[in-house]
């Protein structure tokens, strides 16, 4: 399988769509297997939890767009502040295990390729850090508590199939 722009347009087309303003493609064919890779279009105002996984490496890069990736002390404090970019150089980057962190989309028809460990364990399980709201780079006001991503029960996303 090629991952060409029919395939981001179709997938940020479903992420504007959503309500959640992000849609994953997974090229894994289940929530437990060992290696979990997918395509993720996050549009700007997706609410993603800053969360941690404790036992997981997570990498992305970035395909289309801009992304903005934080990462966090215990406190809440920002231990690192990123703009990925690849029309300036800058593609990707790699968060530590137990490192508390979120991305945010600075403009539309963003497209990561994410991959990290599996099997599958919801934020809940994993940790949600509370953080103050505030403004993004994009203008939309984020920032998350636990209360407010209660429920979720995981980005299952669309499995790649041979017809998509």
């Known amino acids: 399988m090629i991952i060409d722009n029919k395939i981001l ?3 940020t087309a479903q992420a504007k769509a959503s309500p959640r303003l992000r849609m994953n493609l997974n090229f894994h064919q289940s929530l437990d ?4 890779r997918f395509l993720n279009a ?3 105002g997706a609410n993603i939890p800053v969360h941690r996984h404790p036992e997981k490496e997570e990498s992305f890069v ?15 404090t920002i231990i690192d ?3 990925l970019d690849p029309s300036e150089g800058r593609y990707g980057v790699n968060v530590g295990k137990n490192v508390w962190h979120t991305v945010e989309a600075l ?3 963003s497209v990561i390729f994410e991959c990290k460990e599996g099997p599958y364990v919801p934020h809940e399980e994993e940790g949600i850090l509370e953080v103050p709201k505030r ?3 994009s203008g939309v006001l984020f920032g998350n508590s636990a209360a407010s991503y209660s ?3 995981g980005d299952k996303g669309i499995t790649l199939t041979s017809d998509f």
């Open 62 to 76: 970035v395909l289309r767009g801009r992304i903005r990736v934080i990462t966090y002390n215990d406190d809440g």
């Open 9 to 11: 347009d179709s997938l």
């Open 42 to 44: 996050v549009e700007p």
């Open 151 to 153: 429920g979720y029960s």
């Open 107 to 109: 403009e539309p028809g």
């Open 33 to 36: 297997e060992k290696c979990h």
């Open 135 to 137: 403004r993004g780079k």
């Open 81 to 83: 502040d990123m703009v």
